[in-house]
């Protein structure tokens, strides 16, 4: 039995959340059917923004009501403040992801608000879950621009980590970093998961890697050192940070499912069948750039072979 490890894709809401192409509904939810279909277990379907502010999630509602009648994956949709949480919690979203920023600048910028609000705002979401959904939605909390910040620059280490524990305190289910703008390098990697893992006791941590700089999968090897087996990524590498003029997106799905599985966990996923919905995905996003190099060398006929069959 191989260790698992997890892929969560984003595809759907931070790699579309920029796009020129508006997607329509149907589209939507034959993504999340076909990435299911190739084994991904966990799927960021919609955020509960306002359309005026995203245009491309005012379909929201439909199609997050619509994934979750699906089976096969777990719906997750990103919350961005209580208004958002409160429309999650009601349509009965098992898994909120709240995000806010360890750069004030980049908080400011994105929601607002300094990032002592957000984190107030966040107890907030709790005590609503708690309330109204006990045991039946988990809450993880993002924390953005943990590895630099493209407006204010470097980031304190021990901030992230204050945060981290102070997210965990107020009730987190779950702890992502996330490297919103591709500064982050395997050796802060370490630095920094290593230091968080020691002050959030028993939650699970996951990281959110961009390629930015070409090191979104060393990144995602540090992390395996460290002991985190829960990785977002976005089919294609699609998406980015609106404050990150000229970055790639995250990390890709197929590239990371590929990487995973030479190291010898089990993902689940079928890298062929991504590909194939990658293709599709190309045809309905025909000014977007997709990034990725499984999709265009394909898997090596060595894939998956045991180290016993090499020796």
């Known amino acids: 039995m191989r260790e698992k490890a997890y892929v969560h894709e984003v595809g759907l809401r931070d790699g579309i959340q920029m796009a020129k192409t508006v997607l329509s509904t149907e589209r939507?939810?034959?993504?999340?059917?076909?990435?299911?279909?190739?084994?991904?277990?966990?799927?960021?379907?919609?955020?509960f923004v306002p359309p005026k502010v995203v245009p491309?999630?005012?379909?929201?509602?439909?199609?997050?009501?619509?994934?979750?009648?699906?089976?096969?994956?777990?719906?997750?949709?990103?919350?961005?403040?209580?208004?958002?949480a409160e429309r999650g919690i009601e349509l009965g979203v098992p898994k909120?992801?709240?995000?806010?920023?360890?750069?004030?600048?980049?908080?400011?910028?994105n929601v607002?608000?300094?990032?002592?609000?957000?984190?107030?705002?966040f107890g907030r979401i709790i005590d609503l879950r708690n309330e109204r959904a006990p045991g039946r939605v988990r809450l993880a909390a993002g924390i953005a621009t943990a590895f630099g910040c493209t407006i204010s620059g470097p980031v304190s280490e021990k901030r992230v980590v204050a945060i981290a524990a102070e997210l965990a305190e107020r009730g987190a289910d779950e702890i992502l970093l996330a490297d919103t703008v591709g500064y982050g390098n395997p050796a802060q990697v370490k630095r920094i998961v290593k230091a968080v893992l020691e002050v959030v006791g028993d939650r699970t941590v996951g990281l959110h890697f961009h390629?930015?700089?070409?090191?979104?999968?060393?990144?995602?090897?540090?992390?395996?050192?460290?002991?985190?087996?829960?990785?977002?990524?976005?089919?294609?590498?699609?998406?980015?940070?609106?404050?990150?003029?000229?970055?790639?997106?995250?990390?890709?799905?197929?590239?990371?499912?590929?990487?995973?599985?030479?190291?010898?966990?089990?993902?689940?996923?079928?890298?062929?069948?991504?590909?194939?919905?990658?293709?599709?995905?190309?045809?309905?996003?025909?000014?977007?750039?997709?990034?990725?190099?499984?999709?265009?060398?394909?898997?090596?006929?060595?894939?998956r072979q045991t180290f016993s069959e090499a020796a």
């Open 28 to 47: 939507k939810l034959e993504w999340c059917r076909d990435v299911a279909a190739a084994g991904v277990r966990e799927v960021e379907v919609t955020s």
């Open 56 to 84: 491309q999630f005012a379909d929201a509602k439909e199609v997050a009501s619509a994934a979750l009648q699906m089976s096969g994956f777990t719906a997750t949709a990103l919350i961005p403040n209580l208004k958002g």
């Open 96 to 109: 909120l992801n709240y995000v806010l920023s360890a750069s004030e600048e980049h908080n400011l910028a």
């Open 112 to 121: 607002r608000r300094t990032t002592d609000e957000s984190i107030a705002d």
């Open 211 to 303: 390629d930015t700089r070409g090191l979104g999968l060393a990144n995602v090897t540090a992390a395996l050192e460290c002991g985190i087996r829960r990785f977002d990524a976005s089919l294609g590498g699609l998406g980015g940070c609106p404050f990150a003029p000229g970055a790639t997106g995250n990390i890709d799905t197929e590239d990371t499912a590929y990487l995973l599985e030479e190291l010898g966990f089990d993902t689940g996923i079928d890298i062929d069948a991504l590909v194939t919905l990658r293709r599709k995905v190309e045809t309905w996003l025909p000014e977007e750039r997709f990034f990725g190099t499984i999709a265009r060398a394909g898997l090596p006929k060595t894939f």
